[in-house]
């Protein structure tokens, strides 16, 4: 059983930053790849990026809204990953989740590959 739990949410203004983190439990995290998933009220849970494990390199993708403005990394020493956000956007406002996939070879973007999810951290992005 791996346990997530996410902090570093808050308000902030247009053109702001925000880091976020996702301390998970287990002994074998750098075998896990993690993912960060967001979702606006009223819309279905998407894919904002994910770091593979380290059979694949800890290779990062990104869903193209956020590309070059967020960053995702992960401290394998402390169990640790995070969401650098920069440059934020009204429309990045959305809860922010954090998730763990334990398998190989997963579809890195859809959110049905991942085992565990944390509970969530509120971004709101003012104008």
């Known amino acids: 059983q791996v346990q997530l739990v996410e902090s570093g949410g808050g308000l902030v203004q247009a053109g702001g930053s925000l880091r976020l983190s996702c301390a998970a439990s287990?002994?074998?995290?750098?075998?896990?790849?993690m993912g960060w998933f967001r979702q606006a009220p009223g819309k279905q849970r998407d894919f904002v990026t994910a770091s593979t494990g380290s059979w694949s390199g800890y290779s990062t993708y990104y869903a193209d809204s956020v590309k070059g403005r967020f960053t995702i990394s992960r401290d394998n020493a402390k169990n640790t990953v995070y969401l650098q956000m920069n440059s934020l956007k009204p429309e990045d406002t959305a809860v922010y989740y954090c998730?763990?996939?334990?398998?190989?070879?997963?579809?890195?973007?859809?959110?049905?590959?991942?085992?565990?999810w944390g509970q969530g951290t509120q971004v709101t992005v003012s104008s």
């Open positions: 287990g002994r074998t995290f750098s075998n896990y790849a």
């Open positions: 998730a763990a996939a334990t398998r190989r070879g997963i579809r890195w973007a859809m959110d049905q590959e991942y085992d565990y």
